[in-house]
């Protein structure tokens, strides 16, 4: 199974609302006109949390840091930052998009 290395949504060509999951109208505005967009994957740490007890297939990667991140595009995406020093990590951290990753969704990693 090969991870997914660019992170793909759509922007609304009516407001321009960005969405990362697949849709097929836009949840800003309703319009159906939407267009693929490859975000460039560079954000920072909008709020993050370090999870010491992981669950399912997520257990033995524990502790790892979940966060929210803002993308330069706006949006806001649930991601797990790998290679973070989890003691330093902080609000507004610059990372960028690492892979996809199956089951799991977006991995991003320090810029
Ligand atoms: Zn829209």
Avoid: W
């Avoid at 370090?50 to 706006?74: C, D, Q, S, T, W």
């Amino acid at each position: 199974m090969n991870d997914i290395i660019s992170l793909d949504g759509k922007q609304c060509g009516s407001c321009h609302f960005y969405m990362l999951e697949p849709s097929f109208i836009c949840p800003n505005c309703g319009s159906e006109d939407l267009k693929n967009h490859s975000f460039q994957g560079e954000g920072i740490i909008y709020t993050f949390t370090v999870v010491m007890i992981g669950f399912g297939h997520l257990a033995n990667r524990a502790p790892y840091v979940l966060a929210i991140v803002e993308l330069k595009e706006g949006l806001k995406i649930l991601t797990i930052i790998e290679g973070a020093d989890k003691d330093n990590i902080k609000i507004g951290d610059p990372v960028k998009f690492k892979h996809m990753e199956a089951g799991t969704g977006p991995i991003f990693q320090p810029a």
